[in-house]
Structures are given as structure tokens and as C-alpha cells.
């Protein structure tokens, strides 16, 4: 019998653990499922034979390093900051670990370790980062193959909600970590476009999008990832002119956003020591400079922006009820903190609501075969996903099923990889790829 630890029950946690039940009967598995929360881990057990439920306070070391220690290998759901906390004593204990995470400077300095203690530290086996990475492999791969120059390689992921489910302003519904949104793109994205280096500051970023059309579903917001540079590395295509990665958003999603940005509200650098006695337009009124103008908090919040008061960005902004006369009751939090709680009551995927998922690569390349003539060719590979209802979502389902995969495939011998990875090898992403078509997880491609 073989032990499967999952650290972390929360919003992404229901389809891998889903996944290891169903399989823990053929495959011999028992599961532990470990949160701060014993309650959340019970709600994704559902008392199944095969499972435990266990309260874990993953900054304890030694209740941390006993869990871990007993497991064959641990799959990790926690915030990025404390992977490096399981990969340490997974280290210490030679067992292997996977996370969906980006790789982190402190889990990178655990190459040689992992390597010699004969494990495989193996992140960025979500959706973005994970599938985003398998699938533009295949086909990069592919093209080389075929001899083919790749002159562009765009890439753009969107956790949505279903159109059919859309009914707030924003077209946007939490479906993972509420913090990790309202902080996205803090910092500089950086990516490389007809062969000259581009940066966008974040007080630019989402003003400074694409338009990007998805065929049967219309056009969305794309935004420019924090860096796609590092990528022509992992991927193997240093030269490349062009290559950007990003993030899609429904359409004037992030023109409103940027009104947040620009008042300073996604802050979350200092606190705001007296929020507890201030009401949320009192908060609001607190960042607008005193030359700004206007009859009441929305006019002015509309000068300050120079957008019409009544137009869709501003309805957009009063929906959320940032200019209500209501107490925050909050103490002791920062700007962002404050957006963020009250975000989540607004953008709450109801249990009849469904989520959506969306990932399209553009790959531009020119073919070397005769027949081709040198020209320009095109190909566009596109992912939609579905979710069930508000546990298993289709962000759910992207981000766990991969892990799940790649758990079974180590577990069996048929990765046997070792050091700190991502998925960008065959070894990996030609099984778990064949795996998830099989569970309804499927691109479709389109050439020019």
C-alpha cells in the first residue's frame, strides 16, 4: 500500500482529490488530505474508506515532518510562500513532491539535493503554470520536428465564468485564491516582441492590453504575464522574436480593474491602522487627491479616472459597493485586504454556477518543406473547459487533474526524473496530455 499526502484542501483541492479516491481502490492508494482546517479536509474526503482527514499546521515542524515522512509522495496545495517548507523535509526524507506553483528561488537552489537523494521535485503542474506548458510543448516540439522557424509563440489563460452564469458587470467569479487576483501583476511584465525587449509596469498593465478573439465565444482582455522571458529557455527557443504569456479576462474587466489600481486599492504594502471605524466610501474618499472635483464619491472617482460617471466602467466600480456608507469592520489590514473581503462576497460562484476555463496559443511559424514556399503559417490551439458546479470547477479540475496524473505516473515508475522540473519533456507531458483527453480536457487546433 502507498501513501498520497495533499497538503492543502481549498478551492483548487476537489478534483485531485476526487481523482486519488477514485483510483486509491486499483491502485492501492491511501490517501491524507492535511489543512489548517480539519473541517475543509473532511469536506473533500467525504469520509471515503481510503482517506484521512488530519488538521495541519504546515508551520509546525514537527507535526509537518511526521505527515510527510509517512507519505510515498506529497502533492502540495499550499500558498507559494510555503512550498519550500515541504520541500525541505521532503529532501530531508526523500520523497517526491509536486506543486502547481511557479518554481521559486528557494525550491531552485534544491537541484543538486534532490538530485542526489534521488527525487523529483516536480512544479508548474497546474493550468498556467502546467497544462499552458505540456500542451505549447507538443506542439513546439512538433515543430521542430518538421524543421519549422518558430517566429512567434503568444500564449493566454482565463479562468472565467461561463457565459450562461454570467450575471455580474464584471463577467468574473473567484474560482481560486481571492488574494492571488487581487494582487495579479504586481511588478513588471517583461516579454519580447519582433525581437526588442518590452516591459509594462504594473501601473500600466492593464491599460496596456490585447484583444484577443476566441472563436464561438467572442473577444476578451488579454494582459501581459509578469515574465514570459525566462520561457525561451524552458521551452527551447532562445531565439524566437516573439514570445508573450498572459492572462484573459472578459471583455472591459480590465479597464474597470485599473480604477482600482490607480486609487491605490490593490495595495498591500502598508495598513490602514483606523479601517475598522471607517466605512468603505470614507475609505475610497481617502485616496483621492484634494484637487479632484466633484458633486459626490462616484463623480469624483470618474474625474480622477476621466471616464463618464455613468458609463459601464463606473457601474462597474459602484456594483461592488466600494462608494457604500457601510463600516468595513476590519482591523489592522491593507488597502488590498479590505478590496479583497469585500470582493468575496461579491463574486461568489454560486453551487448552480459553472465556471469556465480558457487557454489559447497562437504559434506563427515558417515552414521549411518545399510545399511551403517560405511562407508564414499559423496555428491556434484552444482549450475550453467547463466546470460541474461551484466545488468541481473547471479550474478545479485543470489545476488538480495534472497533479493527479503526474502522481500516479511517479508512483508507477513511468516518470522517473529526478531534481527540481517542470513539465516540459515528453516523459511527462505525453501521458499526462493522452490522460486529461481522456477526462474531457481537450484542445482543438485550427491551421492557416
Not at 485564491?177 to 525581437?195: C, E, H, M, S, W
Request: charged letters at 25%; aromatic letters at 10%.
Amino acid at each position: 500500500m502507498r501513501n498520497i499526502l495533499v497538503l492543502g484542501a481549498g478551492l483548487s483541492s476537489s478534483a485531485l482529490i476526487k481523482y486519488l479516491l477514485d483510483h486509491s481502490q486499483e491502485e492501492d492508494w491511501n490517501v491524507t488530505v492535511a489543512d489548517f482546517s480539519s473541517d475543509a479536509a473532511k469536506a473533500k474526503t467525504k469520509n471515503h474508506p481510503r482517506s484521512k482527514a488530519v488538521s495541519l499546521d504546515v508551520k509546525n515542524e514537527s507535526q509537518r515532518a511526521e505527515e510527510i515522512k509517512r507519505a510515498d509522495i506529497i502533492i502540495s496545495l499550499l500558498p507559494p510562500g510555503l512550498h519550500f517548507l515541504a520541500a525541505m523535509d521532503c529532501i530531508r526524507f526523500k520523497k517526491n513532491l509536486i506543486t502547481a506553483s511557479y518554481v521559486s528561488d528557494q525550491i531552485k537552489k534544491l537541484e543538486n539535493d534532490a538530485v542526489n537523494g534521488g527525487i523529483l521535485l516536480l512544479n508548474e503542474m497546474g493550468l498556467d503554470p502546467g497544462i499552458d506548458h505540456m500542451s505549447a510543448m507538443q506542439i513546439i516540439h512538433f515543430l521542430k520536428s518538421e524543421n519549422a522557424e518558430l517566429l512567434s509563440f503568444k500564449s493566454y489563460t482565463g479562468g472565467l465564468v461561463a457565459p450562461e452564469f454570467n450575471d455580474n458587470p464584471w463577467g468574473y467569479k473567484f474560482t481560486w485564491n481571492p488574494r492571488n487576483v487581487i494582487l495579479a501583476g504586481q511588478g513588471t511584465a517583461k516579454f519580447i516582441r519582433d525581437g526588442k525587449y518590452r516591459y509594462i509596469p504594473y501601473s500600466r498593465l492593464f491599460k496596456q492590453i490585447e484583444i484577443i478573439e476566441v472563436e464561438g465565444l467572442g473577444i476578451f482582455d488579454g494582459y501581459a504575464n509578469r515574465d514570459s522571458l525566462a520561457y525561451r529557455y524552458h521551452y527551447d527557443i532562445e531565439n524566437i522574436p516573439t514570445l508573450l504569456r498572459g492572462t484573459l479576462r472578459n471583455h472591459g474587466f480590465c479597464e474597470a480593474w485599473n480604477v482600482f489600481i490607480q486609487l491605490g486599492l490593490t495595495d498591500d504594502s502598508f495598513v490602514i491602522e483606523n479601517a475598522v471605524e471607517l466605512t468603505y466610501s470614507q475609505f475610497v474618499e481617502a485616496f483621492i487627491p484634494t484637487t479632484i472635483e466633484g458633486k459626490d464619491l462616484k463623480s469624483k472617482v470618474a474625474a480622477f479616472y476621466d471616464v463618464e460617471a455613468d458609463g459601464e466602467v463606473m457601474k462597474k466600480i459602484e456594483w461592488t459597493g466600494i462608494f457604500d456608507d457601510v463600516k468595513i469592520n476590519l482591523e489592522n489590514v491593507t488597502p488590498a485586504q479590505i478590496l479583497q473581503d469585500l470582493l468575496q462576497r461579491k463574486w461568489v460562484l454560486k453551487q448552480g454556477d459553472k465556471d469556465m476555463i480558457i487557454m489559447q496559443h497562437e504559434f506563427i511559424f515558417r515552414g521549411q518543406k518545399a510545399e511551403d514556399g517560405g511562407q508564414k503559417k499559423k496555428i491556434i490551439s484552444s482549450l475550453v473547459v467547463k466546470g460541474d458546479n461551484a466545488e468541481f470547477t473547471a479550474m478545479a479540475k485543470t489545476v488538480g487533474l495534472p497533479m493527479g496524473i503526474a502522481a500516479k505516473l511517479i508512483l508507477n515508475g513511468k516518470i522517473k526524473l529526478t531534481g527540481v522540473k517542470i513539465p516540459v519533456m515528453k516523459e511527462i507531458y505525453e501521458p499526462v496530455l493522452s490522460e486529461l483527453k481522456s477526462l474531457g480536457i481537450i484542445f482543438s487546433e485550427k491551421h492557416n
